[in-house]
């Protein structure tokens, strides 16, 4: 069974452009996450959408959006980037919207960003 | 403002002990637990998690010990092994909000042969 995929698995970007990474949740799951995780750090939470709107926003930049398509696929888009956006950018994704017994948030394996 | 403090930052234990993780938190609110084990270059995995209704949860060698009072809960891993050797995360979270998890910065765990 395919788990939660992500792309591109590495990249390097120049401060100031912009970047799109692309999540696939599992099959049949509805909610989407995306979690920042910089080297040493817990994950931080970005955003998380459910049915295709946004349920949650952690606290970062307007710089970050992301959406979910009626396939319950997500983009996670970061604009005008910075060298302090290097991180592991992970999705994850459930069944439903809020974790708990029965509702297990399962991580994929991260994109890999790099702001030089 | 952190709200899941994690201790220690680093552990290393020899094959056999037992290996223990702490976590404090400040909401209230939370109630739902989880410990994640992330290996290098990969996702955090689920491992075990808790609700603030029991005080004990055990999983084979992994225990979770909660206590509400003194909002904190830690992590036993019984027996450890040269294959626990990982980066563990607690988390915390209000389930009946928008589901997102809080971590705390990760303990760094070493199991020597």
């Known amino acids: 069974d395919a788990g939660v995929t992500q792309s591109p698995t590495h990249l390097i970007k120049t401060r100031g452009q912009h970047v799109t990474l692309r999540c696939s949740p599992i099959s049949g799951h509805k909610s989407v996450s995306w979690y920042q995780q910089v080297l040493g750090q817990g994950p931080q939470f970005i955003f998380q959408?459910?049915?295709?709107?946004?349920?949650g926003r952690g606290n970062f930049p307007d710089r970050f959006s992301a959406r979910q398509f009626p396939n319950y696929s997500s983009e996670l888009n970061v604009n005008a980037l910075l060298l302090g956006d290097s991180a592991l950018y992970l999705c994850?994704?459930?069944?439903?919207?809020?974790?708990?017994?029965?509702?297990?948030?399962?991580f994929g394996e991260g994109s890999w960003l790099t702001v030089v | 403002q952190q709200q899941v403090k994690q201790s220690p930052q680093s552990l290393i234990v020899q094959k056999g002990g037992i290996s223990i993780i702490n976590c404090a938190y400040e909401n209230t609110a939370f109630d739902y637990f989880p410990w994640y084990q992330q290996f290098p270059g990969k996702g955090p995995a689920l491992l075990i998690a808790?609700?603030?209704?029991?005080s004990e949860k055990k999983e084979g060698r992994f225990t979770i010990s909660f206590n509400k009072s003194a909002k904190q809960f830690s992590l036993h891993i019984m027996d450890s092994q040269p294959g626990d050797s990982a980066t563990y995360f607690c988390a915390a979270s209000n389930g009946g909000s928008q589901g997102n998890l809080i971590f705390g910065k990760g303990t760094k765990l070493s199991v020597k042969p």
């Open positions: 994850a994704s459930s069944l439903s919207q809020g974790p708990g017994s029965g509702n297990t948030i399962y």
């Open positions: 808790i609700r603030p209704d029991v």
């Open positions: 959408y459910y049915e295709k709107e946004e349920r």
